[in-house]
């Protein structure tokens, strides 16, 4: 049982694997979910084997007593002998410390008062009030969402207490007014949504400042503003294989507010991305943002055991030291009866040296049962004034015997957004069905097209699978593809000459997957692929995979010749053989 929000109360009885091994009775079991410190959305999933159920929960504000704590405190030195005679002050004088910024009370007295306070409880019934205030806190000295460092302190508490930092603002004061599903807010905040319709016109920025959130069961909207002199930074390079030090572009960079990912980007269309796994601060990594520095907890493979590549996406704001300006935005979705939702949004940056706008508008059609229509465009404008669009359609469908995904999105080399998930300047559309013919046979059709707006080169293809799983549980598939690309021609100088003759592939393919005897948590694979016109081109592959447990699998493949790529990628020009191992474990 795992859970992405909230803590389970519950023994684990395999701590070795990732996420809480229970026992279920009967097919029924009772487990205790104890809530995080503030409320939101949680994704719960249940697996057994090859058995998953997902369900999504939300956590309320609890309605607690009123809890009030605070603090006044006030300190006075009186100087009775003339500066002549004093003795210089040491820079670790404590009392003298609290007393530097303060302000003269004659000539021979110097004082100095603090108050702090913090409040939470409800009010009303049923809103739940949190404000926190201290007149010491200052915004250069204070880090963007602070939170407890676990390796700064002692780590034994010698208690089962659950230790959290409520409150969080680098501002003086914080205020949050929680009432079911909406609240408002005064203090530090991220802009992102947890809307997966919102793909393009997504704004990821960690700011501090005001947000008011209003959500039903057919509304939800909010709008954001922060004024503040911070500019975002966004870097993405390659996984290596390690948990790095990996190091960014290094600057005046704001403490926690970055933002760090693990991309999975398709390998035949790369600025398709599958997968982003967001990782957590002080328990996935280490991040210094003045050095550009960050040390994660453990290593991240290049690819996946697609041969997918992998990266990893950090967002960060610098400090530019300059006057202040005004960032605002919101957002607004709402359900149209059980059939049609829509939605948009907008951001609005008045950084007089870099200006910037976004708004997006989309929509989502339930056709039939299983079936959905997701439509969405966005618009950027920067400094130079250079107005972008983009947009994309996509077409999914889940039913019994079917399943399929058919979508198409383009953006021009003028649109900016770097948290969007399809890149600037690309045509991308591809087409997925899976249809079960009996229960042992399925019929799986591909098909891809990307492309470059610069015309530096274009990828289409498609393929064609029928497997079929015998009696023994031996499954055979055997399939046939057709595909084409055009690349550059670094070395032919003019423009107008930049792409080389299509390189075609028409081929048939063979793979067969069996479990080994006597240890049925292992699988092999073997797979032949020829072109049959070009009988150079080919490929040969085997490997295998190793169940470990419930979660964990170790995986290898190896690509004895490859003269043709993956699914659709060409190359008539070199041959290369890759070998993949690695160890895949699933968790939230």
Known sequence: IETSLGRWDVTDINP??????????????????????????????????????????????????????????????????????????????????????????????????????????????????????????????????????????????????????????????????????????????????SNDVRQLGEYNRSLNGVRLQHETAFFKGGLWASN????????????????????????????????VEILTRDRNQTSLILRTE??????????????????????????????????????????????????????????????????????????????????????????????????????????TDRVGFAGRIDLRHKSAATEARIFFGETEKSFINPSAQLNAGRIEGGAKITRTLTPRTQLITEAIYTADQAGSGEREGVRIDVAHTLANQIKLTFGARASEETQTTTTVPKPTDTKTAPISVRSVRMRADLAVPHLPQATVFGEYEQDVVKTDQRLVAIGGNYQVSNKTRLYLREEIISSLGGNFELNSTEQNNRTLVGVETENL
């Open 278 to 383: 967001k990782l957590s601060r002080n328990t996935d990594y280490e991040f210094e943002p003045f050095t550009g520095r960050i040390l994660l907890r453990r290593p991240v493979p290049s690819t996946d055991e697609n041969f997918n590549p992998r990266s990893l996406r950090i967002t960060y704001e610098v400090a530019t030291g300059g006057t202040p300006f005004w960032v605002y935005g919101g957002e607004v979705q709402t359900k149209l009866g059980n059939h049609f939702e829509v939605g948009g949004s907008f951001v609005r940056d008045e950084n007089s040296a870099d200006p910037y706008n976004l708004q997006s508008i989309n929509s989502t059609l339930r056709i039939g049962t299983g079936t959905y229509l997701i439509t969405e465009g966005a618009r950027s404008q920067n400094l």
């Open 228 to 259: 503040d002199s911070t500019k975002q930074v966004v870097n993405e390079i390659p996984a290596n294989g390690t948990s790095g030090p990996f190091n960014f572009q290094a600057g005046s960079g704001v403490l926690n507010s970055e933002t």
């Open 16 to 193: 070795r694997e990732p996420g809480i091994q229970a026992t279920i009775t009967n097919g029924r079991a009772i487990y205790r979910l104890l809530p995080p410190i503030e409320p939101g959305e949680t994704r719960i999933v249940v697996s057994s084997g090859l058995l998953q159920s997902e369900q999504r929960l939300t956590f309320l504000p609890e309605l607690r007593p009123m809890i009030a704590t605070g603090v006044i405190e006030g300190r006075m030195g009186l100087q009775h002998l003339p500066g002549a005679s004093l003795l210089p002050l040491s820079p670790g004088d404590a009392f003298e410390e609290e007393l530097r910024s303060s302000a003269g009370l004659g000539g021979d007295s110097r004082s100095t008062a603090r108050g702090a306070f913090y409040l939470k409880g409800k009010i009303k019934g049923d809103t739940l009030l949190t404000i926190a205030y201290d007149s010491d806190k200052r915004k250069d000295d204070v880090k963007l969402f602070r939170d407890i460092e676990p390796d700064a302190y002692y780590p034994v508490y010698g208690d089962a207490s659950t230790r959290g930092y409520d409150a969080q603002s680098t501002g003086p004061l914080y205020v949050r007014p929680d009432h079911n599903r909406s609240f408002a807010l005064l203090g530090d905040f991220n802009t992102r949504t």
